[in-house]
């Protein structure tokens, strides 16, 4: 293998980029410029600081999923600069990491990726700081120390640390690129799934938001214990509510959106719970959410 030294001098090309190239330039100097033809990877690229070529190079490549055409076209309009050139071309190791479930796969693998670029949303950002301040209304304290389980890429995390100043947040997250951006808030990442995490600590907040719906049927008791042997006190649930089971053909595909009553659920199986308030956030209303019911359920011995 030959190795080039990267300098000030150097020039990297980093194709099918969603910004881990721009970390070689930092380091070394070296002027770094991405190639990602997918449009939600360049928004992350560009979140990365990553400089991009132009995606209408993509566009001319011949058959655009001939990856040698691709390239020939980059490096030639690479090559057209000045100074010494290194090309650096990023090759992906994929370790098949086995997964229980369908659905666990479906997030940590590409779906996953590309969910993160439509999730990014200022308003959602608002959104979900109305829907926090009135659960927290009802809480008897501001919780100091918060769990929350499938957090992408930190939306609640971020509302969270600005309505909970002072507590620290854990969050539980499959996909590892998500994961690259929740680590960007400052929250402790464990990076995941849900039904193999070990979950150390107790803490006295423990919610999920929109993935319990993702979770096979199946394994909903797993989780439903995670959450409560994780919880000191509070349990928030921000789901899609159906007084019974039911399937939802979810953006084309069967088998990776379920509704029901998990509150519910959670109320029959451990007793010593208590509902303390619930609140549905409709998608026409002010401050919007997905059409989500939160449930905020209480240990009575806490
Ligand atoms: C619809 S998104 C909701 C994200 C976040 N809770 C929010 O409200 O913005 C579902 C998230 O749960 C994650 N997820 C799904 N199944 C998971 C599992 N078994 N373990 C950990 N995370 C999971 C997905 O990767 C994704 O980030």
Not at 8 to 32: I, P, Q
Not at 44 to 64: F, H, K, M, T
Not at 143 to 162: F, H, R
Request: net charge neutral; glycine share 8%; hydrophobic share 40%.
């Amino acid at each position: 293998m030959n190795r080039v030294k990267l300098t000030k001098e150097s020039k990297v090309l980093g194709c099918g980029d969603r910004g881990f190239s721009s970390v070689l330039g930092e380091v070394t100097g070296a002027e770094v410029l991405g190639f990602e033809p997918v449009s939600e990877m360049r928004i992350v690229a560009e979140n990365n600081r990553l400089q991009l070529l132009s995606s209408s190079i993509w566009n001319r490549a011949p058959g655009r999923s001939f990856l040698i055409g691709l390239l020939t076209l980059a490096y030639k309009k690479i090559l057209k600069s000045k100074g010494k050139i290194s090309v650096v071309i990023r090759y992906r190791i994929l370790f098949m990491t086995k997964f229980k479930t369908d659905q666990e796969k479906f997030w940590a693998e590409e779906f996953g990726t590309d969910y993160i670029g439509r999730n990014q949303d200022p308003a959602l950002l608002a959104a979900n700081l109305k829907m926090f301040s009135d659960v927290f209304a009802s809480c008897k304290s501001s919780p100091t120390n918060i769990l929350e389980l499938g957090a992408n890429i930190g939306m609640n995390v971020k509302s969270l640390q600005l309505l909970a100043p002072g507590s620290e947040v854990t969050a539980v997250e499959i996909n590892s690129d998500a994961c690259s951006q929740l680590a960007k808030t400052g929250c402790n990442v464990i990076q995941g799934s849900i039904l193999e995490v070990d979950i150390p600590n107790t803490f006295d907040f423990v919610f999920t938001k929109g993935v319990l719906i993702h979770i096979n049927p199946e394994e909903l008791g797993r989780v439903y214990d995670v959450m409560y042997k994780s919880s000191s006190r509070y349990i928030m649930i921000a789901e899609y509510y159906n007084p019974s089971p039911v399937g939802v053909i979810y953006r084309g595909i069967p088998n990776r959106l379920f509704k029901r009553d998990f509150a519910g659920e959670m109320l029959d199986k451990f007793t010593d719970l208590r509902l303390v308030d619930y609140g549905f956030c409709y998608h026409r209303g002010n401050f919007a959410q997905d059409d989500i019911t939160w449930f905020l359920l209480e240990k009575s011995n806490a």
